[in-house]
């Protein structure tokens, strides 16, 4: 049984003016004590000490659960998000600019809305910069949350099976450009925060931060962060940008391989010649580099460039312990690949391979007839285009001088070698000591019901190791994508199951970290 009590104000102005008046009759004095009654019952009411054998009709924000939330508001955030992804804010192509700036915009409303104490479009060299906060004591730790609102162009259109800018929930998931990377992720945050405003437990403070050309590389982001550092002062950055293993065994990217990327251009003779006439008595640059760029890999899967592993950070024998837990089926891999086995650094797995080691491959190479049919010709001119994925504490540019330093040691006499860097980023490396990364972990473990695995990710994403080269700050990539989701492809989609999981993830996280 539900009872609502209430009283207007002149009856409580009565009752709180010094009681002061006549008994007229048996009927005033009945009327007056039952006002006296009604306001002793109210203020009982008020401070929630009156339970005469009922409860009262209505709940506190802090008794709302984060599934009673997710019940109540599941419709709202589909359709928010959807509006989101609506804006075709495709950072690679100049017509869209316009786009970035709605993106931007809507953004700023978002969060607002989730309970934001301010929220500002920042202008760049580029793309803006959408950042918000709510700051309940500068004394308590801060959570920097970073998310992109531009995503990936949609070529080819004939292959998505539906307008991509038109989100369509099927098969329990959602496809759209954006719905996973990274609308979708970034968006989990805000309303997780949402959540945490409206239920009164959030117990830090919180900031945004929403670019708009991480798909492009993030060129005005270390500038907008160099110029807003004090703006941007947090304990940790939270990053959902990555992916999980798999949608029943939860992971977090602890580190990032770094990038060294050249161009080479290796010339013989002057011009094309006859490879019979010539063939024999001229070096064919072709041949050459081939050798050359064969001899950088020794038969043990090293990199014989001298000193490339001085600065490698070996992962503890605990981590690689943690690592091996991931579920891999070698066949699959294998099967899935096309290929009838496996090669690399002796004394490695496949997945260490991928993600704890460096690497030195060839990304193209051409030069001479590639035309239908024959053409016999000596070649003038060979070129290639090289990458070195590279590991925590190998810096980039170091290693963008140490290669061509040696591969121009090592050209012969009879060749002309050019060796160009185009460009490169750091390596990333969380440790699984960090306060951060065990909140995240428990996080997880309460949502999944199992610890997740460490993963050391093959890709990059140079930003995260600019912010901790720039404002000084570990990232922590609680990543709920999954390796279906076709990010940058067609038919790009988001598991609801991952989606609404991420939301109930992102309160426990703020929930372990502000624990003392």
């Not at 602890?254 to 002057?270: F, H, I, K, Q, S």
């Not at 043990?300 to 981590?319: C, K, Q």
């Not at 001479?368 to 994925?389: N, Q």
């Amino acid at each position: 049984m539900y009872i609502v009590l209430s009283v207007d104000k002149s009856k409580e102005l009565i009752v709180n003016r010094e009681l002061k008046f006549e008994i007229s009759s048996i009927w005033q004095l009945f009327v007056d004590l039952l006002f006296i009654f009604d306001y002793f019952l109210l203020s009982l009411y008020r401070f929630n000490c009156i339970y005469i054998n009922f409860k009262p009709n209505y709940k506190t924000e802090s008794m709302i659960t984060i599934e009673q939330y997710l019940e109540e508001n599941k419709e709202r955030f589909l359709n928010e998000l959807f509006e989101l992804i609506r804006i075709p804010s495709i950072s690679s192509q100049a017509e869209h600019k316009p786009d970035m700036y709605k993106c931007a915009e809507k953004w700023k409303s978002l969060l607002l809305a989730a309970g934001a104490d301010r929220a500002e479009v920042y202008e760049t060299a580029g793309n803006p910069v959408t950042y918000g906060e709510k700051i309940i004591d500068p004394a308590l730790p801060t959570v920097l949350v970073y998310g992109h609102m531009d995503v990936m162009p949609v070529d080819p259109i004939d292959l998505w099976h539906t307008d991509p800018f038109e989100p369509v929930i099927k098969d329990g998931k959602i496809w759209a450009r954006g719905a996973d990377d990274d609308k979708g992720q970034s968006f989990m945050h805000a309303k997780a925060f949402e959540y945490m405003v409206a239920t009164g437990t959030l117990k830090c403070n919180v900031k945004f931060m929403l670019e708009g050309e991480e798909e492009i590389g993030s060129p005005s982001l270390p500038e907008f962060c160099r110029k807003y550092k004090d703006m941007l002062k947090a304990d940790i950055i939270l990053v959902s940008d990555t992916s999980m293993i798999a949608h029943d065994t939860p992971s977090i990217t602890t580190g990032l391989r770094g990038l060294a990327y050249w161009e080479v251009e290796m010339t013989g003779p002057n011009a094309d010649l006859h490879s019979g006439i010539f063939g024999g008595a001229v070096a064919n640059p072709i041949n050459v580099l081939c050798k050359m760029i064969a001899d950088m890999i020794d038969e043990h899967g090293h990199i014989t460039i001298p000193g490339f592993y001085d600065d490698v950070l070996e992962v503890s024998a605990e981590e690689r312990a943690k690592m091996a837990k991931a579920p891999f089926d070698l066949d699959a891999y294998q099967k899935s690949l096309g290929i009838k086995a496996v090669h690399g650094e002796e004394g490695f797995s496949t997945n260490e391979r991928t993600g704890i080691r460096p690497t030195f491959d060839v990304c193209g190479i051409w030069g001479g007839y590639t035309g239908e049919g024959a053409k016999t010709v000596l070649p003038s001119v060979a070129h290639a285009k090289i990458s070195s994925r590279l590991v925590p504490n190998q810096k980039h540019d170091k290693i963008a001088k140490m290669f061509k330093e040696y591969f121009e040691s090592i050209a012969p006499e009879y060749v002309k070698l050019k060796v160009e860097y185009l460009h490169g980023g750091p390596s990333y490396v969380c440790p699984i000591d960090l306060p951060a990364y065990k909140a995240a972990e428990k996080a997880y473990e309460e949502v999944y019901g199992k610890q997740p695995v460490p993963v050391r990710s093959g890709g990059s994403i140079p930003i995260i190791a600019t912010f901790e080269e720039v404002l000084g700050i570990k990232s922590i990539l609680m990543g709920f994508g999954l390796g279906s989701d076709a990010i940058h492809s067609p038919n790009e989609n988001y598991p609801l199951e991952q989606f609404f999981n991420g939301i109930r993830t992102i309160p426990k996280f703020y929930k372990y970290f502000t624990e003392k």
